[in-house]
């Protein structure tokens, strides 16, 4: 009876190192980009610093107008962030984000400095207020200039969660969350296949250097800007479009 009770006894110890084990290498995996130390590695694109406007608050990574002072209206660098620590592949990224009415953001990956911009270089995943965006903002003129129809309209290829003027998130499967409330993302990334989720949901998926990715990239937004897209690795960072911006929750981890 005495060995049966030791040996249960190794047995419930040994599971319950296990779990404890599992659940810190899991933790492990991932790398909490608005916690120490990470915090400190956020900066502008092409820049040494954060850009004006850009602060962590009660561990929310915000853009605020209001949070750029009087001595910062002469800055002329990209209000662009990127995470500089280190760049990544293969990887998967988890966002949790806000905007207010008629905001505008996005995720960049892939991210090579150098450039006018992260546009030029790096693949989107679009962050908009696909309801009122369009009604507040002028879209017509530059609508018509890469040819959609409706210019006046937000183009499926502009709303949240589809890549960025490349391919289309399903509108059907979309919950997405109204201006002011919290939403999720997740990008899954291999040179296999590309993951869009929102709130939870996988709403696109293709497959990047493809035939079909190399024909969207041609003929579209893109035709012009040799570099788009091209990079294999690269940092990750967010886009400043002029609206306040909320984000949390951050995290990433290499596959």
């Known amino acids: 009876m005495k060995k049966n009770r030791s040996f ?6 040994s599971s319950i190192f296990f779990s404890c084990n599992t659940k810190k290498t899991e933790k492990s995996d991932w790398n ?5 130390p990470s915090i400190d590695l956020w900066r502008a694109y092409n820049g040494k610093k954060m850009p004006p406007g850009w602060k962590i608050i009660d561990g929310v990574l915000t853009f605020k107008t209001e949070q750029i002072l009087e001595e910062d209206y002469n800055y002329k660098g990209s209000r662009d962030i990127i995470y500089g620590g280190e760049m990544f592949q293969d990887f998967e990224l988890y966002v949790e984000w806000k905007i207010p009415v008629g905001g505008n953001s996005g995720i960049f990956y ?8 992260p546009p030029e270089v790096a693949p989107e995943y679009q962050l908009i207020d ?3 965006y369009a009604s507040i903002h002028d879209i017509k003129s530059y609508n018509e200039s890469v040819g959609f129809e409706n210019p006046s309209e937000l183009h499926p ?6 890549d960025y003027a490349m391919h289309v998130a399903k509108p059907e499967l979309k919950n997405l969350n109204p201006p002011g409330q919290w939403n999720s993302s997740r990008i899954v990334f291999t040179e296999k296949l590309v993951e869009h989720w929102l709130n939870g ?5 293709f497959v990047p250097w493809s035939e079909e990715w190399y024909k969207k990239k041609n003929s579209g937004k893109w035709d012009n800007t040799p570099d788009y897209g091209k990079f294999k690795s690269g940092y990750i960072g967010f886009q400043d479009h ?14």
């Open 8 to 13: 249960l006894l190794i047995i419930l110890i």
């Open 32 to 36: 909490f980009l608005i916690e120490e």
């Open 110 to 117: 892939h991210i090579r400095e150098g450039y006018d911009g």
């Open 130 to 132: 696909d309801e009122n």
């Open 157 to 162: 290829l502009q709303q949240t969660a589809s």
């Open 201 to 205: 949901i996988k709403v696109l998926s």
């Open 242 to 255: 002029g609206s306040d911006l909320w984000f949390k929750n951050v995290k990433i981890k290499k596959l």
